[in-house]
């Protein structure tokens, strides 16, 4: 109980800083400072500045995950390569017109799924409602350079 009064009074404590900005011209220079204005230059302003709160910091947590998110879009659509959360335009800027498509319509919506053969590389990308939901991926193998002996592919010679 003391411990919730505790953490309480700090929320309300912290919550109620605030900073003080100083505007300043200095040589016909105007500068910003959380200091009063020395002697030689003349203040032109004083800006009170509220503290972040917790939502505050929430939010600019929740913003800095956006911008991760959307940087690692940008480099996935670079690399060519397919990501979970991608909409259907998103993956076909990276990889272009799939191979092949599957397509189920279901109660619960529409799910593809959809093939790309990109150089040695197959990538199976399956998609719910217009966004990618799961990108499974495995090498290609060239079967005319495999050696059949008896029936049976030798994998090694691959």
Same mark, same amino acid.
């Given at each position: $109980?003391? !411990?919730?009064?505790? %953490?309480?009074?700090?929320?309300?404590?912290?919550?109620?800083?605030? =900073?003080?900005? &100083?505007?300043? %011209?200095?040589?016909?220079?105007?500068?910003?400072?959380? =200091?009063?204005?020395?002697?030689?230059?003349?203040?032109?302003?004083?800006?009170?500045?509220? =503290?972040?709160?917790? $939502?505050? #910091?929430?939010?600019?947590?929740?913003?800095?995950?956006?911008?991760?998110? +959307?940087?690692? @879009? /940008?480099?996935?659509?670079? =690399?060519?390569?397919? @990501?979970?959360?991608?909409?259907?335009?998103?993956?076909?800027? %990276?990889?272009?017109?799939?191979?092949?498509? !599957?397509?189920?319509? &279901?109660?619960?919506?529409?799910?593809?799924?959809?093939?790309? !053969? /990109?150089?040695?590389?197959?990538?199976?990308?399956?998609?719910?409602?217009?966004?990618?939901?799961?990108?499974?991926? +495995? #090498? /290609?193998?060239?079967? /005319?350079?495999?050696?059949?002996?008896?029936?049976? $592919?030798?994998?090694? !010679?691959?």
């Amino acid at each position: $109980m003391i !411990n919730r009064i505790a %953490a309480a009074v700090l929320l309300l404590i912290s919550s109620s800083v605030s =900073a003080q900005v &100083y505007k300043c %011209a200095v040589d016909g220079k105007t500068i910003y400072t959380d =200091a009063p204005c020395s002697g030689r230059s003349q203040q032109v302003k004083t800006i009170d500045v509220p =503290a972040p709160g917790p $939502m505050d #910091e929430a939010i600019a947590k929740l913003d800095l995950a956006a911008q991760k998110q +959307r940087l690692q @879009m /940008r480099n996935a659509i670079r =690399a060519g390569v397919p @990501m979970v959360s991608m909409t259907q335009s998103e993956l076909t800027e %990276a990889l272009g017109w799939p191979n092949r498509i !599957n397509t189920g319509d &279901y109660s619960s919506g529409t799910h593809d799924q959809l093939i790309f !053969n /990109r150089g040695d590389r197959t990538w199976y990308v399956y998609v719910t409602n217009g966004v990618v939901s799961s990108v499974q991926s +495995r #090498e /290609r193998i060239d079967r /005319r350079r495999c050696r059949f002996d008896q029936g049976v $592919m030798k994998i090694q !010679n691959c």
